[in-house]
């Protein structure tokens, strides 16, 4: 099986099961993302352990391409049990990879390198980035809210 056959085998099974599927009931945040290009429309809610700023739960609900749907659903799986920081950081790092034109995995080292294909499709990177940027943004709102 070849490296792009296997990429899109995980995009697609992310998109058909995605995990972390659905709206928390009680949410420390929520914040929804939107895509006025394609469509593309995504919740995020997020619990946050206040005493180590530690996401313990985070759900989503998508609709939108099989892109972005995937993505969010894999972002949902690295993001559990990360500080704040470590998500932030882990969305800067992803936004740089899919920033940079130049760089295609050999192998695929995690999930994540599975979305490294829809480079090849500029309009697509934004689908891909969508929920990375909405959790960016819900980070900045918890950090920024009234104390």
Not at 21 to 33: I, K, S, V, Y
Not at 35 to 61: A, M, Y
């Amino acid at each position: 099986m070849s490296m792009q056959d296997l990429s899109r085998e995980i995009i697609l099974d992310h998109y058909q099961n995605p995990r972390n599927h659905g709206r928390l009931e009680h949410p420390t945040l929520a914040n929804r993302g939107y895509n006025p290009i394609c469509g593309d429309d995504i919740e995020l809610s997020v619990n946050i352990d206040e005493q180590d700023d530690r996401i313990r739960e985070i759900g989503f609900v998508a609709h939108g391409c099989s892109i972005s749907t995937a993505s969010a659903s894999m972002m949902t799986e690295v993001m559990k049990n990360r500080t704040l920081a470590e998500a932030e950081a882990s969305v800067q790092q992803f936004t740089q990879q899919m920033s940079d034109r130049d760089l295609t995995p050999r192998e695929l080292e995690d999930e994540l390198d599975a979305l490294q294909g829809v480079k090849k499709y500029p309009a697509r990177v934004k689908c891909a980035l969508l929920p990375w940027t909405t959790l960016r943004e819900t980070v900045d709102l918890y950090r920024h809210r009234e104390q």
